[in-house]
């Protein structure tokens, strides 16, 4: 990240700190990671796989992402090889019910939301 960039997003802007906020989990694989996460700490392949549609890298820079913001903590353990697992800190704690609730309301207006599109797109 540039030294621009990193100045940008090292403040939270007081006038809309929600909006921050969003953007810091809503993109496309951030919510679900801490919505896995929930069930308690994994390794990075226990992620890959219980996310379906992520690839490696994406799965990568979330994590980091999520690591940068204090949402994600990484430890690593000295096996042979070693191993890293990856949870949640306090902060995600306090929005973990939102965010599974959100989750459920998705999976559950999933079909709602593609009819709703489609009839959209027919009147088109």
Not at 39 to 63: C, H, K, N, W, Y
Request: net charge neutral; aromatic share 4%; proline share 6%.
């Amino acid at each position: 990240m540039s030294q621009r960039n990193t100045a940008v997003t090292d403040q939270l802007t007081d006038d809309c700190p929600l909006r921050e906020v969003l953007a810091l989990i809503g993109d496309k694989w951030s919510a679900q990671v801490l919505v896995e996460l929930g069930d308690g700490p994994r390794r990075f392949t226990q992620l890959e796989r219980a996310i379906e549609g992520i690839s490696r890298r994406m799965l990568t820079v979330s994590l980091r992402n999520l690591e940068r913001n204090g949402l994600v903590t990484r430890t690593v353990y000295p096996d042979s090889p070693p191993s890293v697992e990856y949870a949640t800190t306090a902060l995600v704690e306090e929005i973990r019910e939102p965010l599974e609730a959100l989750s459920t309301w998705a999976r559950h207006a999933g079909p709602a939301i593609l009819a709703a599109r489609r009839a959209y797109d027919d009147r088109r």
